[in-house]
């Protein structure tokens, strides 16, 4: 059996007395990092003759055959350095592997810094995606991939980045758009910052420190992102306006920067 099994985010009292049964039991311990683990157990009591091998995003593929091998007649268990597995983390390509082989699959649920996330930033839970790290490079056409997007949007980023990723979310998204950044979750310094983009990128406008999870709030009802905002510049240069100032109208409107309106409604209308 192959268990995939939440580990705390921080606080180690969110230690789960499965997940100490299930590393003391184990035949094969998975993790992210080995010196994490051993440090967690220590940390929880606990010791286990179980063999221990790293599962990262470099090493995962490699010693995959093992834990599948493993798995088919003992319990292998998958830790990542905190939260869950294979959710923004190691461990997927040995979830699909096994469901491939047959072998059963189990999870040991506990702390999940998205969802805690979600549910303090006080948006919309009924429907949300799961984003998980925001790309390094091309992050304004990325966050224009999402201007309609009407669930709320969780997001990871590392804390050197924060403020960068808050303007470039207010400049896509509209200054205004609802958000909340939880940083250091369940830790001594936790801090949960709720307010607009555009005042949260002030807020973080310093040194940032810790691990970051941004909750935004989905696009508005009737707000139908960039083709819809194409049209109404089109319909407002057909009765007249000079482009400049219906993309800068419309812009105002939907948040959606005027430089990409005015770049959109030319090729448009090429």
Known sequence: MLILAATPIGNLGDASARLREALVSADL?????????????GALGVTSDARVVAANEHTE???????????????????????????????????????????PISVIPGPSAGLSALAVSGLPTDRFIHEG???????????ETLQGEPRTMIFFESPHRLHDMLQDAAAVFGSQREACVAREITKMFEEIA???????????????????????????????????????????????????????????????PKSTLYKESVEDSA
């Not at 080995?34 to 440090?39: E, F, I």
């Not at 998958?78 to 979830?95: C, Q």
């Open 61 to 103: 593929g490699s010693v995959a055959e093992d834990v599948w091998s493993t798995a088919v007649g003992g319990t292998v268990v998958v830790v990542s350095d905190a939260g869950m597995p294979a959710i923004s983390d190691p461990g997927f390509v040995l979830s699909r592997g096994a469901r491939e082989r047959g072998i």
């Open 194 to 256: 709720r307010g607009t983009l555009s005042e949260l990128a002030r807020h973080f406008s310093g040194v940032v420190k810790g691990e970051i999870v941004v909750v935004v709030a989905g696009a508005p009802a009737g707000a139908g992102g960039v083709p819809d905002a194409i049209a109404s510049v089109r319909e407002l240069v057909r009765l007249g306006m000079r482009r400049a100032e219906a993309c800068a109208l419309v812009a105002k409107e939907t948040g959606i």
């Open 29 to 41: 311990l998975v993790a992210e990092d080995t010196r994490v683990l051993r440090k967690l157990m």
């Open 133 to 143: 790290f925001v790309p390094k490079k091309g992050r304004t056409g990325y966050f």
